[in-house]
C-alpha cells in the first residue's frame, strides 16, 4: 500500500509541472531567399517559423569558410515588423530580457555569428537579412560557387527547409528610362547540384530551387553548387582555374558519377550551328528531309520483295532489330528484341520452364535458369541476358518474376544493369546498311514470309526444322499470336511432338516474365537517364554526401 502511495504522489508531482518544461524549440520551416548581384554579391533573407519556450536566449546563424567573402548590413525583422536593433558586437553572455529587439554579430576565428534575441516564447517568425559579398566567383571558364546555406548540426533541426536562389533585376536604363527584366537561370546557361540533405535541386521558374524532402538530422546541412556560363555575371573575385576543380572537389564522396564529358562533338555543333541559323525553316526542312531518305530507302528494299524462308544474318537477333529501327518513320522498339533474346535461350536449352503446385494448388510454372551453351560464342547481347536471370534467380536456379523485378531495382546491381541498357539500346541509321542491301532485303523477305504463312500448302511445308526459329523471328516483328495460329492450323500435331516448341508457344508464364523484364529495364533506362542529367547539373535529387570545399556554413547555429 506504501508503495502505491508513493507512486501516486510521484505521478501528481510529474503531472503539476509546467508542460514546457518539456517542450523544446521548434524549427517548423527555414526559407531562405537569395539574390545575386552581377557583381557576384549575394543578398540572403532567411524566414525562421518557430516555436520559443522559456529555453535559450538568442537564436544566430553560423557562417564560415569565406574564403574572402565578407559578411555586411544584417538586419531582424519579427512578425510583428519590429525591426530589430543592430548593436554591432554581440554579448552572449547578456540576459534574454537585454537581447529582445536586438541583434549584432560575432566575429569568430572562421567567420561570423549572426544573433539576434528571442523575446517573448510562442510562436515566432524571425526575418533575417544579410549580404555575402562574392558569393559567386570567376573562373577560366565560367562563374559559379559552391556555398552552405544551412550549417551542419543546427539546434533545433529544421522540419523543411527551400531555398530559392535568383537573378536581381537590373538597373534604370538612364538611355530608354525603363527596367529591364531579370535574366532567366535555364538549362542552357546554368548547371546545379546539391548535398548533405534529403530532397531536391531544380530549376524552377528561371530561380534555382533547392527544397528538403524530410526533417533535417544532426548531419544534415544544405550545400548548393552551381555553374554559370560566362555573361550573367561580371564577379568581383576571379580565379585562374577552372570551374571543374571546383566540382571535382565537390563530387568527392558524392553519389554524383561522372559519365562521360559535356563537350558537343563536331557533328553536334554543326548542327546546333544550323539550327540557330534557320530557326524554325531548317528543323522543318531537316524532318522532312528525314522522311522523304526513309520513305526512299524502303522502297528500294521493298522493290519486288520476295518471300525469304532461312534466317538471315547468321541469327543475330540483335542486328535484325537494329535494321527494323533503322527502317522506321520514327521511333524505336527494344521490347520485342527482349521477347526473341528469352525464346532463343529456350530453344538452345539455357532457359527451361518447370511446373510445380503453388501453396493453392494451382498449377504455377517458372523460368528455370541453366548454363549458357557456347557462351563465349554467343552475342553480348544474350550473355547479359542469360547472366541477369541466373543471377536474379539465385542459388535454387528457379526464376521468378518477383525475382528478377528485386534484383534489377537493387542498388547494388545498378552497373550491371547500367551496361545491360547501353548495350540494348543500341543506335543505327540506314546509312549504316548501305553495304547490306541483299541482307537488309533478306530480312523483310523473312518478315513477307511468316506474316503470310497461312498461305502455305501443309503438302509442301519443308521448313518445319526451322518452325522454333521462325517463332523467334515473329516474336522480333511482333506477330507471333498469329505466326502460332497459322502454324497450328497447318500442322496441329507440332507442337505436341515438339516439348521445347510447347514452352516456346506458352502463353502463360512467358507473358509475366517478359512484361517484368522489359518494365524492370525500362525503369533501369530512365533512372541511368535521369543520374546522368544529375551528374551534368540538370538537377533532380541531392546527394548526401559530397560538397567539399564549399563557402559558408560549418557547425552550428540554432537556439543558445
Not at 356 to 366: A, S, W, Y
Not at 399 to 427: A, C, G, R
Request: charged share 25%.
Amino acid at each position: 500500500m506504501g508503495n502505491r502511495n508513493i507512486f501516486l504522489s510521484l505521478l501528481l508531482l510529474l503531472c503539476s509541472f509546467p508542460s514546457s518544461t518539456f517542450a523544446r524549440p521548434k524549427l517548423n520551416d527555414l526559407d531562405i531567399r537569395v539574390v545575386l548581384s552581377k557583381n557576384g554579391d549575394a543578398f540572403i533573407t532567411e524566414t525562421r517559423r518557430m516555436e520559443i519556450d522559456s529555453e535559450g536566449t538568442e537564436c544566430y546563424i553560423v557562417i564560415g569558410n569565406l574564403n574572402g567573402s565578407e559578411l555586411r548590413d544584417l538586419q531582424v525583422t519579427d512578425e510583428n515588423g519590429v525591426t530589430f536593433e543592430n548593436v554591432g558586437q554581440w554579448d552572449i553572455d547578456k540576459s534574454r530580457s537585454w537581447k529582445e529587439h536586438k541583434c549584432g554579430v560575432v566575429t569568430t576565428h572562421g567567420g561570423y555569428e549572426l544573433c539576434w534575441g528571442l523575446g517573448k516564447s510562442g510562436s515566432r517568425v524571425y526575418t533575417t537579412s544579410y549580404v555575402v559579398t562574392n558569393l559567386v566567383r570567376g573562373y577560366a571558364d565560367s562563374d559559379g560557387f559552391n556555398f552552405m546555406f544551412v550549417a551542419e548540426g543546427v539546434s533545433p533541426y529544421p522540419d523543411h527547409v527551400k531555398a530559392t536562389i535568383m537573378l536581381e533585376e537590373d538597373t534604370l536604363d538612364t538611355d530608354t528610362a525603363t527596367y529591364h527584366l531579370p535574366d532567366l537561370l535555364t538549362e542552357q546557361n546554368t548547371r546545379i547540384w546539391g548535398f548533405r540533405y534529403r530532397g531536391d535541386v531544380n530549376l524552377v521558374g528561371g530561380n534555382i530551387v533547392a527544397e528538403s524532402s524530410e526533417p533535417f538530422s544532426r548531419s544534415s546541412a544544405m550545400i548548393v553548387m552551381a555553374q554559370f556560363e560566362k555573361g550573367l555575371f561580371k564577379p568581383t573575385m576571379v580565379s585562374n582555374g577552372p570551374f571543374n576543380e571546383v566540382r571535382e572537389r565537390a563530387f568527392e564522396g558524392s553519389d554524383y558519377i561522372e559519365t562521360g564529358s559535356d563537350e558537343l562533338s563536331r557533328k553536334d555543333l554543326l548542327i546546333l550551328f544550323a539550327l540557330v541559323a534557320f530557326l524554325f525553316l531548317m528543323p522543318i526542312l531537316l524532318i522532312a528531309g528525314y522522311f522523304y531518305y526513309v520513305w526512299r530507302a524502303r522502297k528500294k528494299v521493298m522493290k519486288d520483295l520476295l518471300w525469304y524462308r532461312d534466317i538471315p544474318n547468321n541469327g543475330n537477333l540483335q542486328w535484325a532489330n537494329d535494321v527494323q529501327n533503322a527502317y522506321k518513320y520514327i521511333g524505336t522498339d527494344y521490347n520485342n528484341l527482349l521477347s526473341a533474346c528469352i525464346l532463343k535461350l529456350i530453344n538452345q536449352g539455357s532457359i527451361t520452364i518447370d511446373k510445380t503446385m503453388d501453396n493453392k494448388g494451382r498449377t504455377v510454372q517458372n523460368f528455370v535458369i541453366h548454363d549458357l551453351k557456347d557462351a563465349d560464342t554467343q552475342p553480348k547481347l544474350m550473355q547479359m541476358v542469360h547472366n541477369i536471370f541466373k543471377n536474379a534467380a539465385g542459388n535454387d536456379t528457379i526464376l521468378e518474376p518477383k525475382e528478377l523485378k528485386t534484383w534489377m531495382k537493387k542498388t547494388y546491381n545498378q552497373s550491371v544493369v547500367d551496361s545491360f541498357i547501353q548495350t540494348l539500346h543500341t543506335k543505327t541509321s540506314i546509312y549504316h546498311y548501305k553495304n547490306e542491301r541483299e541482307e537488309v532485303r533478306n530480312l523483310f523477305g523473312l518478315k513477307k514470309f511468316l506474316k503470310e504463312f497461312s498461305l502455305l500448302d501443309e503438302r509442301h511445308v519443308h521448313e518445319v526444322a526451322l518452325w522454333k526459329d521462325y517463332m523467334i523471328y515473329a516474336t522480333l516483328f511482333g506477330i507471333a499470336d498469329q505466326v502460332i495460329k497459322d502454324m497450328k492450323a497447318i500442322n496441329p500435331d507440332y507442337f505436341n511432338m515438339d516439348h521445347v516448341a510447347e514452352q516456346m508457344a506458352d502463353n502463360l508464364t512467358l507473358p509475366t516474365i517478359y512484361s517484368t523484364l522489359h518494365s524492370s529495364t525500362t525503369r533501369a533506362a530512365v533512372s541511368k537517364a535521369e543520374r546522368e542529367a544529375r551528374v551534368s547539373g540538370r538537377g533532380g535529387h541531392v546527394s548526401w554526401g559530397g560538397g567539399g570545399g564549399f563557402s559558408g556554413g560549418g557547425f552550428g547555429g540554432g537556439v543558445r
